[in-house]
């Protein structure tokens, strides 16, 4: 395991991030928040700039302070809403963005206007807003685009990262660096070795998670990692269900963000030891004991199952509340165990005992990811136990 340090407090790796997109993770507060072990948060500058904007944010005192979160901030760039928000990569009067070699344009969802997001004032904009580690515009190309459009796509990500760092005026801000490249070995190698020789204090792996198959994901994590230099932190962008979480882990990932917990909660979904269940399911109209046995999360330790059941059946709004607090505390409570797998040298078999019993959402993700854990152990084995402190 190792340690990120930043101005608002230390973050011991491997490391969940809950997803404050807008300044805020959905129904809970910052005492919340907190409560189920979180490290540090991420929100997303694309979101912000549109509402409420970054300067009157920075007028607040910056985005700490607006949002009352005292601990450790990551704000991502909104290259990833180039990509969610555009139907191609390339430069065309469709869909809410356009990309070309200045930057990217958005089509604002809100009011309809139109704003240029450049390396420059990516940086710019996440300067106003005072996160602690910052993250360059980048460009995540849409799963299935052909050789040229991803070679482009990395290209075109490299140039920006070299304008993002010398944008960079605060020193009390870290720029970690983007690796692109798809599911290709050969451009994700060129891609690690063009970014790196820039020399960040940390590298991201982005455009996985975005519809290619989850062998390829765990492949191309294991081949990436191989390449970073093993005294920096690494941050898998997007990914973060709990199988994800342990395989990824034992291929040398210390940083996870992702929607999922939350978003699955205010359906009713909620994480077990044994996988996915939905709350809403009749049987648990009966159950009057604790919906998981062992959760030390303030929904399980206070509220019977049968409870729960009703207040979604009732469309109550605490039911979002208490289902988001136990997924996260879940992520969150399954991190300090993979860190204490870690410093016990446990961490292979601590995920062959995970994988057994977790069955994912997926029948077909779960054969995948019962197949794979088999390199993934001998990552684990490969010391990333004795991980260097960051």
Known sequence: MGVVNTPHGQIPTPAFMPV????????????????????????????????????????????????????????????????????????????????????????????????????????????????????????????????????????????????????????????????????????????????????????????????E???????????????????????????????????CVARGIDLFDCVLPTRVARNGALFTDQGRVNITNARFREVDGVFQEGCDCYSCQTFSASYLHHLFKSQELLAYRLATIHNLRFLLRLMEELRSAIRRGTLSEYMRMFLERYKPANETARAIQKAAWKTSERTARLGQHTRNNR
């Open 213 to 247: 198959p989850k062998e390829d994901m765990y492949r191309t994590v294991d081949f990436v990692t191989r390449l970073l230099p093993r005294d920096r932190p690494r941050y898998l962008m997007g990914v973060g269900s709990p199988e994800d979480l342990v395989v």
């Open 20 to 211: 404050a997109t807008q300044a805020s993770v959905k129904s809970l507060s910052p005492e919340e928040i907190r409560g189920v072990g979180t490290h540090i948060l991420l929100s997303n500058t694309y979101h912000l700039f549109l509402r409420p904007g970054v300067k009157k944010i920075a007028q607040s005192g910056g985005l700490h302070h607006f949002m009352a979160w005292d601990g450790p901030i990551l704000t991502d760039s909104g290259g990833f809403q180039g990509y969610s928000l555009g139907r191609s990569s390339k430069t065309s009067s469709f869909g809410l963005s356009t990309i070309d070699h200045e930057g990217i344009r958005f089509k604002s969802h809100v009011d309809g206007n139109v704003h240029l997001f450049t390396p420059e004032s990516c940086i710019e904009y996440q300067e106003h807003l005072g996160a602690d580690i910052i993250m360059p515009l980048d460009q995540c190309a849409p799963q299935g685009e052909s050789n040229e459009e991803l070679e482009a796509a990395v290209q075109r990500t490299y140039s920006w990262a070299i304008r993002s760092r010398e944008a960079k005026r605060r020193h009390d801000q870290t720029l970690f660096g983007i690796i692109q490249g798809g599911t290709s070995r050969q451009l994700r190698s060129e891609a690690v070795q063009a970014i790196t020789g820039l020399d960040f204090p940390g590298y991201a792996i982005g455009g996985l998670s975005v519809g």
